[in-house]
């Protein structure tokens, strides 16, 4: 089936926190709105189509996951990424991807403890991090190329109470798709430190001109029972709103720890329609992501294109993975107060703020997984409003 990412779809109304919430986050409602990271093109048919057939049975009461989830998983991981995973290493959390993290670090740390991020950096997951831990900042290191770990600082960060490294991979919002060689080399960083590496990779599946990611469970060695590989359907099927995540563990102690917290909190049943969209998601959904890749891909160079010929100012991050661009400001040389009227007020389109990735200096995110119409339209008015 042939979709067609350039219609547009009135997400007004729909309690969407892109569309519906900006007079509350911005001042503005009527900003064209580029924050949050979900997609404005409707979902793949099978999802919609499955979701429905459920719906018409009319009774949604308490649930156990079916068998044939985790094996549409498995499949996917097999057949799209080439990881072979043991079906008793996954863990489903509910809420999401943040809450898995929290309950982790409260399993593996004591109060006090250190914990390592990159920044910039997705501000829950700094978040946190700080709610019982110290976190430490690993800060990337912008080249003329991407981003880059510093490994030599991260080396000399790590201290006797470093438990933790939470990894961002593919990185939000630098769009990097770490190399084997980098993911290696930071594993034998935390190897040699008996660091446990959190891998949120809710990115993965959004992989860009040709980019190949590598799950950090599988990467060769012993390591990935030293980690846990965070996944999602959420962002790569626009399905985040029905909050579904899957956990990798492979050390089976923490695995067992950590499915009898989620018991505890009665956490385990599911959220029903979560997993219905993600099973015919993952068993059905490979075309429309690879026709929303293509797509993304053509934003991606529509924006690059732009910005060369008209935004000289801002120096953008391109993604090679995920469907966020990072876009510095520096340039400009304006406070981000002033930036942020410009943007807000006189062009009306609402970015995402540098400070919501823990960095002062004039830095957006800006996502791109929208009609092209979308973009063109935020471009030409944040050329006449900054100038
Ligand atoms: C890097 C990163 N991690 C985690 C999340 C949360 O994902 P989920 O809502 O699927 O748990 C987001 C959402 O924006 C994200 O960008």
Not at 252 to 268: D, I, N, S, W, Y
Not at 316 to 344: C, E, H, M, T
Request: hydrophobic share 40%; aromatic share 12%.
């Amino acid at each position: 089936m042939k979709y067609d990412f350039d219609a547009v779809y009135d997400r007004r109304g729909t309690q969407s926190f892109k569309w519906d919430y900006n007079g509350h986050y911005f001042g503005n409602p009527a900003v064209l709105p580029f924050w949050v990271a979900d997609m404005d093109f409707p979902c793949a048919q099978p999802i919609v189509a499955a979701l429905k057939e459920r719906a018409e049975h009319r009774i949604y009461g308490y649930t156990e996951r079916s068998p044939s989830f985790s094996e549409a998983i498995l499949e996917w991981l097999r057949t799209r990424h080439g990881w072979i995973v043991d079906k008793d290493w996954l863990v489903f959390c509910p809420p999401g991807i943040i809450p898995a993290i929290d309950i982790l670090l409260g399993l593996t740390t004591h109060k006090g403890d250190s914990v390592v991020i990159q920044t910039p950096a997705y501000l829950p997951l700094e978040d946190v991090i700080a709610r019982n831990n110290v976190v430490i900042e690993n800060p990337l290191i912008p080249r003329q190329t991407g981003y880059e770990f510093d490994f030599a600082h991260l080396a000399a960060c790590i201290r006797r109470d470093t438990r933790a490294l939470l990894l961002c991979s593919p990185h939000s919002p630098t769009g990097r798709v770490w190399t084997l060689q980098e993911l290696e080399t930071l594993a034998d960083i935390c190897r040699r430190h008996g660091i446990l590496v959190i891998s949120d990779e809710v990115h993965a599946d959004v992989l860009l001109f040709g980019n190949r990611h590598h799950h950090f469970g599988c990467l060769p060695g012993e390591y990935g029972y030293r980690s846990v590989t965070c996944i999602s359907a959420g962002k790569t099927f626009n399905i985040s709103g029905l909050q579904l995540s899957t956990l990798i563990i492979q050390d089976p102690e923490l695995r067992a720890a950590f499915k009898r917290h989620l018991g505890v909190l009665q956490m385990t049943q599911g959220n029903l329609f979560g997993e219905i969209a993600a099973e015919a998601a993952y068993r059905q959904g490979a075309d429309w992501l690879d026709q929303v890749i293509a797509y993304v891909e053509g934003n991606v160079r529509f924006l690059e294109e732009y910005v060369s010929e008209h935004l000289p100012n801002v120096r953008a991050f391109l993604p090679q993975g995920s469907y966020l661009a990072w876009l510095d400001f520096g340039a400009f040389g304006k406070p981000v107060a002033d930036l942020n009227q410009r943007l807000i007020h006189r062009a009306g389109v609402a970015l995402y703020e540098g400070r919501y990735f823990g960095t002062t200096e004039p830095y957006y995110r800006m996502n791109l997984a929208c009609p092209r119409i979308y973009l063109e339209t935020a471009l030409c008015r944040m050329k006449r409003a900054l100038f």
